[in-house]
């Protein structure tokens, strides 16, 4: 599986980005994926989470603010981030199984 994001960027706070994430493979449809973050100093950290029945979970941080959904049909997870605040500035991460993407910055300021 080969794992690519895109759809970081610089906002303000309040404000919300959509985050893509597309992988390779024909098995996409039954992994699960997990979107990470790591802010500079910090530990990376688990955002959110999705099965492949859809079952999600989500870090305490990110409740009500944030959303994981996934296409199948497209291979694509995604992750819609609302209500944006200055602590979620980070790389954020895909990950499946055992790889991870590149990784795409969000900087949240004022």
């Known amino acids: 599986v080969r794992l690519v994001e895109s759809g970081g960027g610089s906002v303000q706070p309040g404000e919300s980005l959509r985050l893509s994430c597309t992988a390779s493979?024909?098995?996409?449809?039954?992994?699960?994926m997990n979107w990470y973050r790591q802010a500079p100093g910090k530990h990376r950290e688990l955002v959110a989470a999705i099965t492949r029945f859809d079952d999600t979970n989500y870090a305490d941080s990110v409740k009500g603010r944030f959303t994981i959904s996934r296409d199948n049909d497209k291979n694509t997870v995604f992750l819609q981030m609302n209500s944006l605040r200055l602590e979620d500035t980070a790389v954020y991460y895909c990950?499946?199984?055992?790889?991870w993407g590149q990784g795409t910055q969000v900087t949240v300021s004022e």
């Open positions: 493979g024909r098995i996409f449809g039954i992994l699960p």
């Open positions: 990950q499946a199984l055992t790889t």
